[in-house]
T-cell receptor, first 112, second 113 residues
């Protein structure tokens, strides 16, 4: 079993829809959770990070962590065609912070 | 933040040869990382390269196959040696400027024929 599981998609939604991207994980020691966005032929860029459980909002993006269920989500409101990319979840522990474990990514397409 | 450039952006190499990938950062950073990203798979950490010390390799990656240099705080190279088709992948350089703040280069797309 992989430490981090992420549905690869592809996920296609119409412009303006709310998008939900999810990851599950098995290591209860993970404390820090990140979401990266990767456009085609580019490197990943950090979108958001959260610590422990709860929600964090940044503009149209909301990251949610449920440690009891070992489940994290990224919500995108009012989705735009420019949001079309691959989204990777990532997580790590405080004691091994540089050892970031990435999900395989979900490919998202926003239809105009 | 950090801006990272990589050279080459892509290459096609023959089996048995080697490819050296360069990574340049626009600011001094202590920790640099090399990742491999295969189609449909997670980013996999190859090694951590700190200036002034030998690189630390992850399980499944060895120095003979992936020698790394880190001559200063803004530059690193990764060589992929004795290439085989299984080495076809995207190789990414990354730096860590503070906790959670990890930046990636655009990647080098390697195809081995």
């Amino acid at each position: 079993q992989k430490e981090v599981e992420q549905d690869p998609g592809p996920l296609s939604v119409p412009e303006g829809a709310i998008v939900s991207l999810n990851c599950t994980y098995s290591n209860s020691a993970f404390q820090y959770f990140m979401w990266y966005r990767q456009y085609s032929r580019k490197g990943p860029e950090l979108l958001m990070y959260t610590y422990s459980s709860g929600n964090k909002e940044d503009g149209r993006f909301t990251a949610q962590v449920d440690k009891s269920s070992k489940y994290i989500s990224l919500f995108i409101r009012d989705s735009q065609p420019s949001d079309s990319a691959t989204y990777l979840c990532a997580m790590t522990t405080y004691s091994s912070a540089s050892k970031i474990i990435f999900g395989s990514g979900t490919r998202l397409s926003i239809r105009p | 933040s950090a801006v990272i450039s990589q050279k080459p952006s892509r290459d096609i190499c023959q089996r048995g040869t080697s490819l050296t990938i360069q990574c340049q950062v626009d600011s001094q950073v202590t920790m640099m990382f090399w990742y491999r990203q295969q189609p449909g798979q997670s980013l996999t950490l190859i090694a951590t390269a700190n200036q002034g010390s030998e690189a630390t390799y992850e399980s499944g990656f060895v120095i003979d196959k992936f020698p790394i240099s880190r001559p200063n705080l803004t530059f690193s190279t990764l060589t992929v040696s004795n290439l085989s088709p299984e080495d076809s992948s995207i190789y990414l350089c990354s730096v860590w400027t503070s906790f959670y703040e990890q930046y990636f280069g655009p990647g080098t797309r390697l195809t081995v024929t």
